[in-house]
Every structure is written in structure tokens, then in C-alpha cells.
């Protein structure tokens, strides 16, 4: 944006100075400044047209971005079918009640789901299509009994809800990954490692005394 500004600038500014010379030079010559007026429409339209439309395209992708600002959308694959899930600025996630519809069946319809869970559902999106929170989602999946909303369910809470509620900070975040070739035995505390420690210690000392004692050193009789 800044450098396309910049180049329209320094287009205009070109012009100008066409402009001016076209006109200084036909006035003085002979007297025909007006001619040199109008070549210099022609220049400021060969020079600025290309500029003034990718600016009006830039400034009507900055009008839509600031419109949808709160909300962003990415797509999710389960066994196959795509998910749009938007995320808002709480981040909270809500799931396209459509791309539902293709992985429960026509039992999971908009209007009953307003109903069920009310404010719960928003249309979202440049589209405006119903989304359902994905926490309700989740909550309702608990109340079908079918297997294949029971795998479902579990994926919600893998892929989405719970990465929802590490960002709102509900829930701690998953523990690093160790490095490769570490051992995947917990290190010892450190309270443990210590009276190993000690107890090294104490055997090396008892060895050390009962090689010290009365008759250490003396030769066989």
C-alpha cells in the first residue's frame, strides 16, 4: 500500500512537469497552450490509470478486512469432510452448522439447534452461514448415541475445543515434547538423588574403616 502510494506520487508529480512544459512551450511557440493542455490529459491518463485502480482495489480488500476483523476462518478435514471453523476474538470457535449436516445427517438442522442453545448459534463469515459454538457442539454430541458422533465428539475435543481453551487460558497447555535420544524415564528428584549420594558416601566410609581397624597393616603372623 505505502509503495503504490508512493509511485502514484511520484506519476503525478511527472505529469505536472509534462504538463507544465507541454504548456510553456506550445503558449510560447505559438500561442497554442491549450493543445499542450490537452496532451497532457492524455499523459495523466496513461500514467495514473493503472496506479488508481490496483489503489482502489487495495483500499476495497483493507474495507472488508476491517469489516470481518473479528473473525477468521480456517478449514478442518475429518475422515474426509471439510470443516469451517472461525475463530473470534475471544477466541472462541464456532463450526459451520452446513459442514455438520455432512458429517451427522440432516438430524442436526439450524432450526433446531437455535432452539436448543440460542445466542449459542451466530452467522459468521463473509457468507453470514450459521455457525455453532464449538463448545455447544461438543455438549451436544454428548447426547447422541451413535458411534459415529462418539468418534466425532472426541476429535471436536482434541482439534478444537481444547486448543480453544489453552488460548482463552482455561486450560494449561499440552507438555513439551522431550528431545530425541532423551530417556523417557522422569529424572529423580532431587531429594532422592541426594541421599543416593549420601548413602555412597556412607558405604565407601564404612569400607575405609574396616580397612583402617585394629590390624590393618600389620603382616600375617
Not at 496513461?46 to 476483523?69: C, M, N, Q, V, W
Not at 478449514?75 to 458429517?103: I, K, N, P, S
Not at 481453551?165 to 530417556?183: D, F, I, M
Not at 524415564?185 to 585394629?214: F, K, L, Q, T, Y
Amino acid at each position: 500500500m505505502d509503495s503504490l502510494l508512493l509511485r502514484l506520487v511520484l506519476r503525478l508529480a511527472l505529469c505536472l512537469t509534462v504538463a507544465a512544459a507541454l504548456w510553456w512551450g506550445l503558449e510560447t511557440l505559438w500561442g497554442l497552450g491549450s493543445l499542450g493542455l490537452a496532451l497532457s490529459a492524455a499523459v495523466f491518463a496513461a500514467a495514473l490509470t493503472k496506479p488508481l485502480i490496483e489503489l482502489g482495489g487495495d483500499l476495497l480488500h483493507l474495507l472488508r478486512r476491517s469489516a470481518y476483523a473479528d473473525v477468521e476462518g480456517v478449514f478442518y478435514v475429518y475422515r474426509g469432510t471439510r470443516l469451517h471453523v472461525v475463530e473470534d476474538a475471544g477466541h472462541v470457535r464456532w463450526v459451520r452448522v452446513a459442514d455438520l449436516q455432512r458429517v451427522l445427517g440432516p438430524g442436526t438442522s439450524e432450526a433446531t439447534l437455535a432452539r436448543l442453545y440460542g445466542e449459542r448459534l451466530q452467522r459468521l463469515g463473509l457468507r453470514r452461514h450459521a455457525h455453532l459454538e464449538a463448545e455447544a457442539l461438543h455438549t451436544h454430541l454428548a447426547r447422541d448415541s451413535r458411534a459415529e458422533a462418539g468418534r466425532f465428539r472426541l476429535w471436536l475435543e482434541r482439534e478444537v475445543v481444547r486448543p480453544s481453551k489453552v488460548l482463552q487460558g482455561r486450560v494449561a497447555p499440552p507438555p513439551a515434547p522431550r528431545p530425541a535420544g532423551a530417556s523417557s524415564m522422569p529424572d529423580p528428584p532431587a531429594s532422592a538423588a541426594a541421599a543416593r549420594i549420601e548413602e555412597s558416601g556412607a558405604a565407601v566410609g564404612s569400607d575405609h574403616g574396616a580397612a583402617d581397624g585394629p590390624g590393618a597393616g600389620k603382616p600375617p603372623a
